[in-house]
């Protein structure tokens, strides 16, 4: 022949087996395998640790938790609303949504959602441009009746 024999060696067909096709297969197989309560822990995270939650260990506890951050968080949160130039209940949304949202689709244990001084400076500066009495509002709760409208 004039071209090199080739050492035996697996194919191509074999490679490609190997790498692709048996790792569908088995994910294939696997999401067959799972239950509706499978499904509803991936995109509601909140059902996994609902499932093995401990009432009577825990409830207590993180009650305490809650009422604490809950002191914490709510005049913070009011008050980096007045920082961002909204009146004090927006600054109560920006406290409560994310939390009750992050509750039912977050993953992590260890991850602090709420507002911030930075974001609460930023959007400050942006509502300035944006909106146009935003600038001549000294008291956020209660702006003048002409600039309601805009806010």
């Known amino acids: 022949f004039p071209w090199p024999v080739r050492a035996a060696g697996p194919s191509f067909r074999d490679l ?49 938790a809650g009422v604490s951050v809950g002191f914490m968080s709510i ?10 130039g909204l009146p004090s209940v927006y600054g109560l949304y ?16 260890e991850l602090a959602v ?11 500066a942006s509502l300035k441009e944006v909106v146009p009495g935003a600038a001549q509002i000294t008291d956020h709760n209660h702006p003048p009746p002409e600039l309601v409208s805009t806010q």
Do not use: K
């Open 16 to 64: 490609y087996s190997a790498a692709v096709v048996n790792p569908l297969r088995r994910a294939h197989a696997r999401v067959r395998s799972c239950s509706l309560l499978d499904w509803l822990q991936f995109f509601l995270p909140c059902i996994r640790w609902l499932r093995t939650y401990r009432i009577r260990e825990m409830l207590l506890w993180d009650i305490v």
């Open 75 to 84: 005049p913070q949160s009011m008050s980096y609303a007045n920082v961002a």
């Open 94 to 109: 920006s406290c409560f949504m994310p939390v009750l949202v992050y509750a039912l689709f977050g993953s992590s244990r």
């Open 114 to 124: 709420g507002p911030v001084a930075v974001t609460s400076l930023l959007i400050r």
